[in-house]
Protein backbone atom coordinates (compact mmCIF):
# COMPACT_ATOMS: atom_id res chain seq x y z
CA UNK A 1 0.00 0.00 0.00
CA UNK A 2 1.36 2.99 -1.00
CA UNK A 3 1.92 6.11 1.93
CA UNK A 4 1.61 9.56 1.06
CA UNK A 5 4.56 11.80 1.13
CA UNK A 6 4.27 14.05 4.07
CA UNK A 7 6.25 17.24 4.83
CA UNK A 8 7.59 17.58 8.84
CA UNK A 9 6.25 20.90 8.95
CA UNK A 10 6.56 20.99 12.98
CA UNK A 11 6.31 24.14 14.35
CA UNK A 12 7.41 25.36 18.31
CA UNK A 13 4.65 24.26 20.78
CA UNK A 14 4.95 26.97 23.02
CA UNK A 15 6.19 30.50 23.56
CA UNK A 16 7.19 32.70 26.43
CA UNK A 17 5.42 35.86 27.16
CA UNK A 18 5.40 38.50 29.91
CA UNK A 19 3.12 38.73 32.93
CA UNK A 20 2.44 40.55 35.64
CA UNK A 21 1.30 38.60 38.79
CA UNK A 22 -1.10 39.74 42.21
CA UNK A 23 1.67 41.01 43.96
CA UNK A 24 2.73 43.49 41.19
CA UNK A 25 5.98 41.07 40.09
CA UNK A 26 7.09 40.90 36.59
CA UNK A 27 7.68 36.93 35.45
CA UNK A 28 8.13 35.36 32.37
CA UNK A 29 5.70 32.33 31.36
CA UNK A 30 5.18 29.85 28.93
CA UNK A 31 1.91 29.48 26.77
CA UNK A 32 0.59 27.25 23.77
CA UNK A 33 1.57 28.13 20.38
CA UNK A 34 -2.09 28.12 18.65
CA UNK A 35 -1.80 28.76 15.64
CA UNK A 36 -3.91 28.17 12.41
CA UNK A 37 -3.95 25.28 9.62
CA UNK A 38 -5.98 26.05 6.87
CA UNK A 39 -6.51 22.59 4.60
CA UNK A 40 -6.88 22.54 1.02
CA UNK A 41 -7.64 19.63 -0.74
CA UNK A 42 -6.58 19.39 -3.97
CA UNK A 43 -6.71 23.05 -4.19
CA UNK A 44 -10.28 23.38 -2.78
CA UNK A 45 -10.07 24.78 0.99
CA UNK A 46 -11.88 22.72 3.05
CA UNK A 47 -11.37 23.87 6.78
CA UNK A 48 -9.25 26.09 9.22
CA UNK A 49 -8.11 23.67 12.49
CA UNK A 50 -6.87 25.87 15.23
CA UNK A 51 -3.55 23.73 16.44
CA UNK A 52 -0.35 23.82 18.20
CA UNK A 53 1.09 21.95 15.20
CA UNK A 54 3.17 19.49 16.49
CA UNK A 55 2.62 16.73 13.53
CA UNK A 56 0.35 18.72 11.71
CA UNK A 57 0.44 16.04 8.23
CA UNK A 58 -0.99 13.00 10.80
CA UNK A 59 -3.77 15.65 12.12
CA UNK A 60 -4.48 16.70 8.69
CA UNK A 61 -4.76 12.76 7.58
CA UNK A 62 -6.51 11.69 10.15
CA UNK A 63 -9.21 14.28 9.94
CA UNK A 64 -9.90 12.91 6.67
CA UNK A 65 -10.36 9.50 8.11
CA UNK A 66 -12.35 10.35 11.13
CA UNK A 67 -14.56 12.88 8.71
CA UNK A 68 -15.17 9.81 6.24
CA UNK A 69 -13.62 11.61 3.43
CA UNK A 70 -11.51 9.11 2.68
CA UNK A 71 -11.36 5.71 3.56
CA UNK A 72 -7.97 4.20 2.87
CA UNK A 73 -4.77 6.10 3.67
CA UNK A 74 -3.76 5.21 -0.24
CA UNK A 75 -6.02 7.90 -1.60
CA UNK A 76 -4.01 10.45 -0.12
CA UNK A 77 -0.99 11.18 -2.74
CA UNK A 78 0.63 14.12 -0.35
CA UNK A 79 0.40 16.36 2.79
CA UNK A 80 2.13 19.47 2.09
CA UNK A 81 2.44 21.37 4.89
CA UNK A 82 3.69 25.61 5.04
CA UNK A 83 3.64 27.35 8.13
CA UNK A 84 4.47 30.56 6.29
CA UNK A 85 1.19 30.96 4.73
CA UNK A 86 -0.73 28.62 7.47
CA UNK A 87 -1.62 26.20 5.05
CA UNK A 88 -1.85 22.07 4.68
CA UNK A 89 -2.36 21.10 0.51
CA UNK A 90 -3.65 17.66 0.55
CA UNK A 91 -3.38 16.29 -2.78
CA UNK A 92 -5.98 12.63 -3.23
CA UNK A 93 -5.06 10.08 -6.23
CA UNK A 94 -8.40 9.99 -7.57
CA UNK A 95 -10.22 13.05 -5.78
CA UNK A 96 -13.10 12.88 -3.45
CA UNK A 97 -16.42 11.76 -4.48
CA UNK A 98 -19.24 14.50 -4.00
CA UNK A 99 -16.92 16.76 -1.59
CA UNK A 100 -19.46 19.19 -2.20
CA UNK A 101 -21.91 17.68 -1.10
CA UNK A 102 -20.47 15.93 1.80
CA UNK A 103 -19.04 19.05 3.61
CA UNK A 104 -21.64 21.50 2.88
CA UNK A 105 -23.73 20.07 6.01
CA UNK A 106 -21.73 20.07 9.61
CA UNK A 107 -22.46 19.35 13.15
CA UNK A 108 -20.66 21.61 15.25
CA UNK A 109 -19.57 20.09 18.24
CA UNK A 110 -18.78 20.57 22.09
CA UNK A 111 -14.80 20.08 20.74
CA UNK A 112 -12.62 23.10 22.50
CA UNK A 113 -12.19 24.92 19.03
CA UNK A 114 -12.48 23.74 15.79
CA UNK A 115 -15.09 20.94 16.79
CA UNK A 116 -17.33 19.59 13.81
CA UNK A 117 -18.30 16.35 11.95
CA UNK A 118 -19.46 16.75 8.72
CA UNK A 119 -23.16 15.96 8.11
CA UNK A 120 -25.08 12.72 9.43
CA UNK A 121 -23.36 12.42 12.55
CA UNK A 122 -25.27 9.05 13.08
CA UNK A 123 -25.96 7.73 9.71
CA UNK A 124 -23.20 5.46 10.14
CA UNK A 125 -23.07 4.73 14.01
CA UNK A 126 -24.58 0.62 12.98
CA UNK A 127 -22.44 0.02 10.55
CA UNK A 128 -19.30 -0.38 13.38
CA UNK A 129 -18.66 -3.10 14.49
CA UNK A 130 -15.89 -3.23 17.29
CA UNK A 131 -13.73 -5.89 18.30
CA UNK A 132 -14.44 -8.13 21.18
CA UNK A 133 -11.25 -6.38 23.21
CA UNK A 134 -11.54 -5.82 27.01
CA UNK A 135 -9.42 -3.97 29.51
CA UNK A 136 -8.17 -5.12 33.28
CA UNK A 137 -8.43 -3.16 36.05
CA UNK A 138 -4.72 -3.29 36.69
CA UNK A 139 -4.29 -2.39 33.13
CA UNK A 140 -6.79 0.88 33.44
CA UNK A 141 -4.61 1.79 36.84
CA UNK A 142 -1.75 1.35 34.86
CA UNK A 143 -2.62 3.22 32.05
CA UNK A 144 -3.64 6.12 34.55
CA UNK A 145 -0.37 6.36 36.52
CA UNK A 146 1.64 6.40 32.87
CA UNK A 147 -0.64 9.32 31.98
CA UNK A 148 0.56 10.95 35.50
CA UNK A 149 4.18 10.18 34.83
CA UNK A 150 4.27 12.10 31.21
CA UNK A 151 5.97 15.14 30.32
CA UNK A 152 3.75 17.17 28.61
CA UNK A 153 2.99 20.90 27.16
CA UNK A 154 0.16 20.97 29.46
CA UNK A 155 2.57 20.93 33.21
CA UNK A 156 5.00 23.11 31.25
CA UNK A 157 2.44 25.65 29.81
CA UNK A 158 -0.97 24.27 30.57
CA UNK A 159 -4.17 24.95 28.64
CA UNK A 160 -3.67 22.11 26.02
CA UNK A 161 -5.57 18.75 25.98
CA UNK A 162 -3.60 14.85 25.88
CA UNK A 163 -4.55 11.57 23.74
CA UNK A 164 -3.08 8.55 24.06
CA UNK A 165 -2.79 5.17 22.46
CA UNK A 166 -2.45 2.13 24.56
CA UNK A 167 -1.39 -1.66 23.95
CA UNK A 168 -2.10 -3.03 27.44
CA UNK A 169 -0.21 -0.45 29.70
CA UNK A 170 2.16 0.14 26.70
CA UNK A 171 2.20 3.86 25.36
CA UNK A 172 2.21 3.91 21.39
CA UNK A 173 1.98 7.86 21.07
CA UNK A 174 0.85 10.66 23.23
CA UNK A 175 -0.45 13.60 21.50
CA UNK A 176 -1.27 17.04 22.83
CA UNK A 177 -3.37 19.98 21.36
CA UNK A 178 -5.21 23.04 21.57
CA UNK A 179 -9.06 20.69 21.22
CA UNK A 180 -8.94 16.69 22.03
CA UNK A 181 -10.63 16.31 18.79
CA UNK A 182 -6.88 17.34 17.32
CA UNK A 183 -5.21 14.97 19.06
CA UNK A 184 -7.58 12.20 18.54
CA UNK A 185 -7.03 12.77 14.37
CA UNK A 186 -3.37 13.55 15.22
CA UNK A 187 -3.54 9.72 16.45
CA UNK A 188 -6.30 8.50 13.63
CA UNK A 189 -3.59 9.65 11.12
CA UNK A 190 -0.61 7.86 12.72
CA UNK A 191 -2.56 4.94 13.02
CA UNK A 192 -2.85 5.22 8.57
CA UNK A 193 0.18 5.42 8.40
CA UNK A 194 2.20 2.51 10.12
CA UNK A 195 2.46 0.04 7.81
CA UNK A 196 0.82 -2.12 7.29
CA UNK A 197 -1.69 0.22 9.11
CA UNK A 198 -1.82 -0.46 12.68
CA UNK A 199 -4.63 -3.07 13.81
CA UNK A 200 -6.75 -1.36 16.58
CA UNK A 201 -8.62 -4.47 18.60
CA UNK A 202 -6.18 -4.45 21.16
CA UNK A 203 -5.94 -0.50 21.68
CA UNK A 204 -7.31 1.49 24.65
CA UNK A 205 -7.32 5.24 23.49
CA UNK A 206 -7.26 7.65 26.57
CA UNK A 207 -8.19 11.40 26.49
CA UNK A 208 -7.15 14.09 29.37
CA UNK A 209 -11.09 15.94 28.07
CA UNK A 210 -14.66 14.88 28.83
CA UNK A 211 -16.11 12.12 26.53
CA UNK A 212 -18.48 14.20 24.15
CA UNK A 213 -20.12 12.53 21.23
CA UNK A 214 -17.27 13.09 18.55
CA UNK A 215 -14.93 11.75 20.87
CA UNK A 216 -16.75 8.42 21.28
CA UNK A 217 -17.29 8.00 17.60
CA UNK A 218 -13.98 8.68 16.12
CA UNK A 219 -12.61 6.12 18.65
CA UNK A 220 -15.55 3.82 17.52
CA UNK A 221 -14.24 5.00 13.61
CA UNK A 222 -10.80 4.13 14.69
CA UNK A 223 -12.10 0.55 15.82
CA UNK A 224 -10.72 1.28 19.21
CA UNK A 225 -13.33 -0.13 21.69
CA UNK A 226 -12.16 1.05 24.81
CA UNK A 227 -11.91 4.93 25.85
CA UNK A 228 -10.80 6.23 29.13
CA UNK A 229 -10.89 9.75 30.45
CA UNK A 230 -9.79 11.78 33.66
CA UNK A 231 -12.64 13.77 33.08
CA UNK A 232 -16.46 12.57 32.59
CA UNK A 233 -18.90 11.89 29.95
CA UNK A 234 -22.08 13.59 28.44
CA UNK A 235 -25.44 12.33 27.67
CA UNK A 236 -25.34 11.63 24.05
CA UNK A 237 -21.41 10.34 24.19
CA UNK A 238 -22.86 8.25 26.57
CA UNK A 239 -25.73 7.01 24.29
CA UNK A 240 -23.51 6.59 21.86
CA UNK A 241 -21.36 4.69 23.79
CA UNK A 242 -23.77 1.95 24.97
CA UNK A 243 -25.45 1.69 21.35
CA UNK A 244 -22.32 0.77 20.07
CA UNK A 245 -20.91 -1.42 23.20
CA UNK A 246 -18.08 0.68 23.39
CA UNK A 247 -16.66 0.62 27.13
CA UNK A 248 -15.95 4.21 28.44
CA UNK A 249 -14.45 4.62 31.94
CA UNK A 250 -14.38 8.28 33.17
CA UNK A 251 -13.23 9.97 36.22
CA UNK A 252 -10.27 7.93 36.05
CA UNK A 253 -7.63 9.29 38.61
CA UNK A 254 -5.66 7.37 41.02
CA UNK A 255 -7.44 4.00 41.95
CA UNK A 256 -10.90 5.51 41.00
CA UNK A 257 -13.13 5.10 37.79
CA UNK A 258 -16.42 5.06 36.93
CA UNK A 259 -17.17 2.80 34.19
CA UNK A 260 -20.16 4.29 32.17
CA UNK A 261 -21.11 1.90 29.30
CA UNK A 262 -20.15 -1.75 28.33
CA UNK A 263 -18.92 -3.13 31.29
CA UNK A 264 -18.01 -6.47 29.93
CA UNK A 265 -15.44 -5.18 28.84
CA UNK A 266 -13.84 -4.31 31.68
CA UNK A 267 -12.24 -7.19 33.81
CA UNK A 268 -12.93 -6.07 37.58
CA UNK A 269 -10.57 -6.39 40.25
CA UNK A 270 -11.80 -4.68 42.99
CA UNK A 271 -9.21 -5.83 45.69
CA UNK A 272 -6.50 -3.54 43.95
CA UNK A 273 -8.95 -0.12 44.42
CA UNK A 274 -7.69 -0.56 48.38
CA UNK A 275 -10.14 -0.48 51.12
CA UNK A 276 -13.14 1.78 50.66
CA UNK A 277 -13.39 4.82 52.77
CA UNK A 278 -16.18 4.80 55.35
CA UNK A 279 -18.46 8.04 55.71
CA UNK A 280 -17.99 10.19 59.25
CA UNK A 281 -21.48 10.36 60.86
Not at 71 to 84: G, M, P
Not at 89 to 116: D, H, L
Not at 120 to 133: F, N, R, S, V, W
Not at 264 to 278: H, I, S, T, V
Request: proline residues 5%.
Amino acid sequence: MPLPFLTEARAPLTREIATVNEHGESDTVSIPAERPLTVYVDNRELVTLMTLGARPEWLVLGYLRNQRLVNAVDEVESITVDWEVDAAAVKTRGGIERIEERTASRVITTGCGQGSVFGGLMDEIDKIDLPPASITQSQLYGIVNVIRLQESTYKSAGSVHGCALFRGEEMLLFVEDVGRHNAIDTIAGWMWLQDPPMASADKVFYTTGRLTSEMVMKSAQMGVPVVVSRSGITQMGHAIAQRLGLCAIGRAANKRFLCYSAPQRLQLQPELAGPKLRAVA
